[in-house]
């Protein structure tokens, strides 16, 4: 059983920078597909980042957040972090990280775990 706990959210400006993190506990995220995704108010959830298997270092993103957020993993494989720079508005939502084995699962919006998610809030 995989138990995924989100940390990290809040309120920043336009143009600010948040860090969110997701700790684990059970097996080593190193084992597991890993990815971010959020819901904004009455939007359907989407997929922000994945990034599959420890070893594989293959990553995935959105296009709305392309060259603004990076997905990693903590060194002991414990945590993974969604970095988030030049924040808008419209990236104001709910974040919730997932865990699937498959990595295509998780880039198509398709996971087995998911945290209870934080909310962002970027004000203009």
């Known amino acids: 059983q995989v138990q995924l706990l989100e940390s990290g959210g809040g309120q920043v400006q336009a143009g600010g920078s948040l860090r969110l993190s997701c700790a684990h506990s059970?097996?080593?995220?190193?084992?597991?597909?890993v990815g971010w995704f959020r819901q904004a108010p009455a939007k359907e959830r989407e997929f922000v980042a994945g990034?599959?298997?420890?070893?594989?270092?293959?990553?995935k993103y959105a296009d709305s957040v392309k060259d603004r957020f990076t997905i990693s993993r903590g060194n002991a494989e414990h945590t993974v972090f969604l970095q988030k720079n030049s924040l808008k508005p419209e990236d104001t939502a709910v974040y919730y990280c997932?865990?699937?084995?498959?990595?295509?699962?998780?880039?198509?919006?398709?996971?087995?775990?998911w945290g209870q998610g934080t909310q962002v809030t970027v004000s203009s």
């Open positions: 997932a865990a699937e084995f498959s990595a295509e699962g998780i880039f198509k919006g398709s996971a087995a775990y």
């Open positions: 059970g097996p080593t995220f190193a084992l597991y597909a």
């Open positions: 990034m599959s298997r420890s070893g594989g270092s293959v990553t």
